[in-house]
């Protein structure tokens, strides 16, 4: 190990160390919640000043596993962006049912350093060991109340699922690794190129590596027909932490795909391509019309999520296709997708600031008149997830459709599918802005005091929101660089 | 055939095959832990007999196996966990009484 190997790892190791100082302020100090969240946002913020300063020059590290490129920095930035607005989110629903904020925010930033070794990994050990150690926290967070019977319901199916996932992603790893004779990212792919040259067809072995890598990745991005667990999971979790595992190990599993499957599985993508094709269209058909029939909003927006997931895999398809644009796009979805739905949840968990409050479509009946601002912000989160112009949805949207029209053949019917979709999904994200506007509140109880932490992250997932749907040429410079780094077609 | 590569890897494959049935088929929180604990250590012969029969990769093959074991202890620990906190607010291992959520 050498010093560059360290700067190189630099924001990995303050991840850790932030978790580490919440941990010893916890220790010393017990039960000062406000004291906890302080240290974890000032040392989250050093983390990410550190990042954006490592990624202004790529490099490698420890004989090239771990590599720092504008894809890394991007998807670090953005982990770093979802945990700390999560973190900002939590307290007005974790204190009035007196859960500990301390040990949420510890396990949470645990969960993001796992996510952070996945965005750099250039070895197939460490993309597993990312996965496992972005997962792992992630199941005690969806059990957090654990007295809850929901949320350690939630727990037992989400672990469950996931363990299983693990088992045949990492079988599938197992042979990948023993018939390119490699763990290097890199090296993988010019063992593929080597063998699809010879015009040879895929041997046995390889064939089942690959099919068990997609099912396992399938399982965790939560593709239809592996998406068992995502309903409950999201449903039963506390609220906050709903918002966060539908973003974090979202974009997580998806940087696994873009450091697995475009990168050291490339050459082999005309073979991934039709799965993936098909995935897309069946996980956001059948995620929307499922979404339809919920009553309850956290499902609602759970079902909406493997929605996005399908949207989310049309740019990885439209890349595969040969259009640089689909994993741009691919990209820029996974930010715009982050702000909105934490915004979204956010507000969810500050209507449950009252404890007793469920999360079903009558708890938002009236909202619009006893509380305007918290109505007015819930409008746009949803308007921005069904994708209507100027919000962030709308450009992330257009981007991954346009990539696919333009890759042409099959792929259009794909994105034809992805336009149909999104006029269905609709549906029920008006629903909830007709019940906010057109019914009358459910109860009389008066309008809730939220606060400083709950506004100042809900405006800054507003600001994004509004931001990355008026300019958004700001951030896809960032997505066309952070693309750049692992294309491999022009 | 008992010593091949293959011989082996249809082993890992068997064993793996036993622990997936054995998880879509328990009911019990527990048998699906121990069968997903089954599937792993299938992977793991796959892992030892890769490193035992091709040279180059034996040095790494037991480095990544011995990876593998302290990963699923961890989840081991994490899943018994929350077996833990559910059996006492459901009073029950079985994974089909978990249905409060279903509609």
Redesign the interface.
């Known amino acids: 190990m050498t010093f560059e190997d360290l700067t190189t790892i630099a924001p990995l190791i303050l991840a850790v160390l932030s978790a580490a100082a919440v941990l010893i302020v916890d220790l010393i100090w017990p039960g000062r919640s406000p004291l906890a969240i302080a240290t974890a946002l000032l040392t989250l913020g050093a983390t990410a000043a550190v990042t954006i300063v490592v990624g202004q020059s790529p490099s490698t590290a420890f004989g090239g596993a771990y590599t720092v490129d504008a894809l890394t920095s991007f998807l670090d930035v953005l982990f770093i962006a979802i945990v700390v607005l999560t973190i900002m989110f939590a307290p007005d629903y974790l204190l009035p049912r007196s859960l500990p904020v301390a040990e949420f925010a510890i396990v949470l930033i645990f969960a993001m350093c796992g996510a952070m070794l996945i965005a750099g990994s250039a070895d197939l ?1 460490l993309l ?2 990312g996965l ?1 150690l972005m997962v ?1 926290p992630g ?2 967070l969806a ?1 957090f109340h ?5 949320s ?6 989400y ?2 699922l996931g ?2 996932s ?3 992603f ?2 599938g790893l ?2 990948v ?2 018939l390119t ?1 490699t ?1 290097r990212v890199d090296g993988v792919a010019e063992a593929l190129s080597a063998i699809i040259a010879g015009d040879a067809p895929l041997s046995p ?1 390889l064939a089942m590596g690959l099919a068990f890598l997609t099912t396992g990745v399938a399982f965790k991005i939560a593709a239809v027909p592996f998406h068992y667990w995502t ?2 999971a999201y ?2 979790s506390p609220t906050p932490i709903t918002g966060y595992l539908s973003v974090g190990p979202k974009i997580g599993a998806f940087a696994l795909i873009l450091r697995l499957f475009v990168e050291a599985l490339g050459p082999l993508s005309d073979v991934w391509l039709p799965v993936i094709v098909i995935l897309s269209a069946i996980t956001m058909t059948l995620g929307n019309l499922v979404a339809l029939t ?1 009553d ?1 909003v956290k ?1 609602m927006l759970a079902y909406s999520s493997i929605a996005h997931t399908g949207y989310m895999l049309v740019g990885l398809a439209a890349y595969a296709g040969g259009q640089m644009d689909g994993l741009e796009g691919l990209l820029y979805y996974g930010a715009a997708y982050t702000f909105m739905n934490l915004g979204a949840f956010a507000v969810i968990a500050a209507l449950q600031k009252r404890t007793g409050v469920t999360s079903s479509l009558g708890t938002f009946a009236g909202l619009g008149r006893k509380e305007p601002l918290l109505g007015i912000l819930m409008a746009l989160f949803l308007l921005s997830l069904t994708g209507i112009p100027p919000t962030a949805g709308f450009f992330a949207k257009a981007t991954v459709i346009v990539a696919a029209v333009e890759a042409g053949g099959a792929l259009t019917v794909l994105a034809v599918i992805a336009v149909l979709n999104a006029a269905a999904a609709a549906f029920y994200y008006l629903r909830i802005i007709v019940y906010m506007y057109m019914r009358d509140p459910e109860s009389d109880a008066p309008a809730l005091r939220h606060g400083a932490l709950m506004w100042g992250g809900l405006a800054a997932a507003t600001t994004m929101t509004l931001l990355l749907g008026l300019l958004p040429s700001a951030l896809l410079e960032i997505v066309t660089d952070a693309a750049k780094a692992i294309a491999t077609i022009p | 055939m008992s010593d091949s590569l293959d011989a082996y ?1 249809v082993l890992a494959g068997i064993l ?1 095959a036993i ?2 049935f054995g ?1 879509l088929a328990r009911r019990n ?1 527990i048998s ?2 121990m069968s ?1 604990e089954l ?2 250590n ?2 793991n012969l ?2 030892v007999a ?1 490193g035992a029969f ?1 040279p ?2 034996g040095a ?1 093959g037991s ?2 196996a011995l ?2 074991m302290a ?1 699923a202890a ?2 081991v620990t ?2 018994l ?3 833990i ?2 059996y ?3 009073k029950t291992p079985l ?1 089909d009484e ?1 249905d ?2 279903r ?1």
Request: net charge negative; proline share 1%; no cysteine.
């Open positions: 050990l597993f060991l496992e792992l199941y005690l059990g654990k007295s809850d019977s929901y350690t319901e939630g727990a037992i199916k672990f469950l363990a299983f693990s088992a045949i990492l079988f197992a042979f690794w023993g004779g763990t072995g309903p409950d449903q039963g919920q309850n499902r | 890897l793996f622990g997936s998880f929180a699906m832990l997903v599937m792993l299938a992977v796959s892992i890769f091709i180059e990769l790494q480095v990544i990876m593998v990963v961890a989840e994490v899943g966990a929350i077996v906190a559910i006492r607010n459901k994974v978990y409060a959520m509609q």
